[in-house]
């Protein structure tokens, strides 16, 4: 490019500058000590894998990876809304978004990059815990091997044959790649939720209100397969409840279709399928609430 | 304006779509039993508000896992009411989890049911009546979780287990260990459902059991209960000599 | 690109009105009223005005960041709603704040980045603005740690980042020292002599009549004054002469000219001027205001 910078010609979309605003909010959130939660985090994996060692082997294991999945589902969506909502009135109040844009930058880059730079936070967190995860599975997997292999040798029935049954046992338990299915999952929810923070927070007028309706539309996710259910299926009822169920049935995304954590604990096998089209799903909600807070966002009085 | 309207249009696409989509992978991942259909409304009342909610916000697993650690408690405390309605609570929020159900059973056949049988304290009487009350609780979990797992080897096997040791059964212990080994259980297991066949007094059950124990023999299997039940059988089904397998010259 | 502006034309508001509706009950409240006015290429232009006229809010309606109610602005031709109105303009808010996590440095490749700049063309214009800010010696600390006069320079500097040809600066030397302000119009006046259009607000009407070639007067969102410095400012019949080592002989000779030559001519005042308290200040200061005291 040797054209001087008077000249240059404005692309109306930018991935440099998106790039930009969200490598800056990933170091402006980072900055916050955001992920000291990552310690707790170890922490937690740590105790809830070497705890218990009186219960079976498969509880053990099962028990290990419902502690460090529930904290890390609580890590993601806390991050996701919290984060996202703090993002835009900061830049407001510091008054850096009249700086941002009142250089060449559609709002629609702004909102994309500030969102991306959260997705980029939550995944890279979500990451180092998968493999922070992964290497406590594998060890305390090992460990609860050589002590059945152990103790096979005592009872002097360590055939080939039974060692591998325990092996297969364990190892359903153990660390496979549903494992990091289910983080994907995770990660997947967490950036819903994330992009409709950024929906409220494009018209909220305080931090604190985003907070709480978003996880008001956090935990009414989580139950709208049930009330789709209801409202597609159920004719009997109708007038002004049918037409709430309706709109919150719009509103809202079904949370549910990311909980397969539950079935990748015990083993249970994703197919690359299948989390495709919960990755498309993803994008679809992500897609839809990032337009819609555009539309708020591009009329507000800054 | 134009750029509003592209983006108006876009959410309208998105909309139309959204509900036929989620529809459709929600009925894949129910398919592929990635995802429970949603919670009995009766568990409400088990679970308290704030469980009911944490278990609808994706945390199921670990509120099982967290009523799975109280009821081990109530068991290290012999408090065997409490580890029955934990356990239970437990299966309901899991119900697809076969370690649960195979775990509930097994509390309730064997540690509740011996611990009641040990109970100096108590008339005899009441402590047949309560290990016998509480077998068949153990059974009755099995077969409930049979219903959520069918022909789950694992619970098939834990059934076997039972009608074998505890509620002496030996025609649908055989059938339960059968029924596992068809269903995915180790070899050993159709062993042990010829061994209970062996027990029982009808021709039909001793050819299916001979049958078995010889195809094992044949393939060079040597274990002390095939050696011990073989020559019953050929006893009993009168089998030639000259075919019968050889007899050890001391016992193993 | 619109036919009623003409090449030289670098700002234009015509009949610019703004209604903000204030509170639950919506409120109307109008900031600018029917303003019109035109900056031309090359020229200082200072809006002035007590606070609350209405000067920031046309200014954000130039950049794009509030709409208006009625008319419109445009910069070099461009209606200020089209995000490439911003393309040439570099803008100074008031009481600048950056992310504080940010160096100065990187800070100015931050805004660069968003000016569609890279590699060696950014890098050699963010030394060449951290330079001309005077801000080389820090360029290496977090923005948090700045001092006022030190952010307003990184605040300038950042809108100077892609070569604007026009510059909107408000309150530029707001609650700075006058080492800072000072260093502040000097740089307006350099940027003035490279051709940039410069539009500035500021309530210290002194630095004002410095470095602007027109003024406006804003109250109460309207324009009540506007037109060039000199026409404004200047006493149409007075003229000031000022000598230096002028002997006493030589101002009575001029004295008996001005008796002499006309009838008209009075002679006003005949002293010696006062220097100003800040070039009294400015001469008196070592410090140069680059550095925080030690």
Known sequence: MTESITTQKYKAFSVIRIW??????????????????????????????FSFPTMSPEQQLKLLKDVSFGSLQIFSIVIAIAATSILIPKDLED???YTILSKPVPRYEYLIGKLLGVLLLIGGGLLIMDLILSAVIWIKQSLIITGQIAALKQEQSATPENVAAIKMIIGKYGLTWGVHAGVFAVFLKASVIAALSLLISS?????????????????IGHGQQLLRDWFLHDTLSSGFGKIISGLVVIICPDLKLFDVVDKVITGEIISAVTLASMGGMATLYIVGYTATAYLFFVDKEL | MKHKLLVFALLIAICLSKLPLENSLTATLRRQKLLDTGLDLSMRESLGQMGFAASLGGLRSLIASISYLQSYTAFENLDWGTVDSLMTLTTRLQPTEPTYWEEASWH?????????????????????????????????????????????????????????DRKPDPKLAAEAYLNAYDHGAKSFYERMGAYELVKLN?????????????????????????????????????????????VPTKAP | MTPDISPTTAVSVENLTKIFKIGMTKKALVAVRDLSFKVNQGEVYGLIGPNGCGKSTTMKIMLGLVKATQGRTAIFGRNSEEVASRNNVGFLPENPYFYKHLSARETLHFYGKLCNMKGSELHDRAEAMLTLTGLTHAADRRVGGYSKGMLQRIGLAQALINEPRLLILDEPTAGVDPVGSRRIRDLILELKQRGATIVVTSHLLEQIQEVCDHVGIMSNGQMVKEGKLEDLISVGNQTEIILEDASPELLEQIRGLINKNDQQTKLVSLGKPRTTLEKLFLESTTQTGDQEPS
């Open chain 1, 20 to 49: 930009t605003l969200a490598a800056n909010t990933v170091t402006q959130l980072l900055r916050m000590r955001i992920l000291a939660f990552l310690t707790v985090f170890s922490l937690i994996a740590i105790a809830a894998g």
């Open chain 1, 95 to 97: 008054r850096t978004l």
């Open chain 1, 203 to 219: 018209f909220a007028s305080s931090t604190l209100f985003t907070i709480v309706v978003a996880f008001a539309f956090t935990i």
């Open chain 2, 108 to 164: 309730m056949a064997y540690n509740a049911a011996s611990n009641y049988l040990n109970n100096n304290e108590l008339r005899a009487a009441i402590r047949n009546k309560l290990f016998r009350d509480h077998v068949n609780r153990g059974i009755s979990i099995l077969d409930e979780g049979l219903r959520y797992l069918p022909d789950n080897p694992r619970l098939l096997m834990k059934l076997g287990d039972i009608y074998r």
């Open chain 2, 202 to 246: 009808d021709r039909t059950s001793w050819e299916k059991a001979y049958a078995i124990l010889k195809r094992y023999y044949d393939s060079g299997a040597r274990y002390a209960s095939i050696m011990r039940d073989l020559p019953i059988l050929e006893a009993k089904l009168e089998i030639p000599v000259e075919k019968r397998v050889p």
